[in-house]
Nanobody, 123 residues
């Protein structure tokens, strides 16, 4: 079965950087658009970034210029480099996959979810 396993979360201070990783298995990785969503305490889950099979990317306005999504099709991995972190970036970050070479920027377009990794930014 399809598994998406996130890693790399943690507690850092504002202004620091973190890199999240997502290991995918059980799917033909190159067919899938991959992405990241996040859910802050008491808020709805929201789109963060996505990357299609050929490397085209999309970002939420709130993270443009600070976050970079990338993928390694040979390793079935997707990454989220997060720089200049802010307390408002505190959330559980979820890896997401969508089939048919498409990317998902809304929850209902996601085919598979990871279980999430917690990112906490202290001020």
């Amino acid at each position: 079965q399809v598994q998406l396993v996130e890693s790399g979360g943690g507690l850092v201070q504002a202004g620091a950087s973190l890199r999240l990783s997502c290991a995918a298995s059980g799917l033909t990785f190159s067919r899938y658009g991959m992405g990241w969503f996040r859910q802050a305490p008491g808020k709805e889950r929201e789109f963060v970034a996505a990357i299609n099979w050929s490397g085209g990317t999309d970002y939420a306005d709130s993270v443009k210029g600070r976050f970079t999504i990338s993928r390694d099709n040979a390793k079935n991995m997707v990454y989220l480099q997060m720089n200049s972190l802010k307390p408002e970036d505190t959330a559980v970050y979820y890896c997401a996959a969508r089939d048919n070479y498409l990317i998902a920027t809304t929850e209902d377009a996601v085919d598979y979810w990871g279980k999430g990794t917690l990112v906490t930014i202290s001020s």
